[in-house]
């Protein structure tokens, strides 16, 4: 990685963004000693210009980002990483500094849950008890709530509808789970499919 420092004055803006659900959570910026330190903690530490001194995040809250991935622009003088937070981001209590509460890219963060129940063999957990069962037992079960839906579709109730949605999706991770397959390898099949634009 070949960050321009110099371009920028000594410090490049850095985007955090969380691993799991893409959502971005805050932007600070980074000299070289930041950077290399992030690097070897993989814990994300900043240059903080109010303090004008390295500044580890969540050195005083816990609140810590680990690092998951660094990736740099085009133009050597932007860093985007990918972290796993550790609690809020934002000083406020907000998961991101931009105050954008949303459910996008929650799949993938309740993707990591079900695998979670499943390694750690929780025996309180319907999720781990239900992958114990077996593929057939999970593939059964993401048919019942299948016509579960497709009965909720021909009513009215939008809620019961949104619910029975749910519990598929969420059967569904189970079974892939099962198949020892990830959400992101369906998102490549549906990728493949995209229809390119006509020249």
Sequence with gaps: MNLDFNKTNGLVPVIIQDYRTFQVLMLGYMNEEAFLK???ESRVTFFSRSKNRLWTKGESSGNFLLVKDIQIDCDNDTILIKAEPKG???????STCFGEET???FLYKLEETISQRINENDEKSYTNALF???INKVAQKVGEEAIELVIEAKDNNDELFKNEAADLLYHFLILLKAKNMKLEDIELILKNREKKPLS
């Design 88 to 94: 809020p981001t934002c000083h406020t209590g907000s």
């Design 132 to 134: 114990k069962r077996g």
């Design 38 to 40: 992030t690097q070897q």
């Design 103 to 105: 459910a996008k890219g």
